[in-house]
């Protein structure tokens, strides 16, 4: 049953990858608004980075809860993939169909949690405030763990002090993060935005100065 329960956290995470990628954001198509097969869940996720991206992180939807529909959607949904998968896994893994069912209550709980403690996402979930304050929000798709973000190729870490201390995204002893982060990224490395050179102005000579 372990074996199933892991298995199944680590279809989860690709899972949350691909919904927030191609699901939650859509696809984009030239000339034309970004596609999703759910668009209540795109427009609901929009509104949830516009929101996020003026209020220093912070959403309000989260303290409303169900009053709020942004909530509900992120509630309903939620509940309607984790029952579909838990049905599905049962009959040949009871760990698999265990693990979604507490992927689906640990994403609600970490993503809620991220957006009514900004500072403690910062601390504990980099990966996530990454994706909503870095200039490219196209990227970091993992909320939980960024496990399929680096197996993607779509960690993309924006400053030092937003770099977990191991791709699993787990609290570890200092030296077993090192060296895990050193085999992982030799095959996965994380991706950093590319720093524009700072522009050094030029400095006068005394001729110019003198002519000044």
Known sequence: ??????????????????????????????????????????????????????????????????????????????????????VAFYPFSKGMSLAALYSAGNYYYVHRRAHLEPDWARRTIPWHYDHHMNSNQDANWCVTRPWFDYVMGTRVVSSADLKEANPLGLPLPAPISKVLTQAIESIFPAKWVEQKPKLIPAVETSEQQSVA
């Open 1 to 86: 049953m372990l074996k199933g329960f892991i298995a199944g956290l680590a279809v989860a995470n690709a899972f949350e990858w691909f919904a927030h990628k191609y699901i939650l954001h859509g696809v984009h198509r030239p000339g034309q608004p970004r596609y999703s097969p759910v668009p209540k869940s795109m427009e609901s996720h929009w509104a949830h980075h516009r929101e996020v991206r003026k209020q220093e992180f912070s959403d309000e939807c989260y303290v409303q809860g169900f009053e709020h529909w942004r909530t509900r959607n992120e509630v309903m949904s939620l509940a309607v993939v984790a029952g579909v998968a838990s």
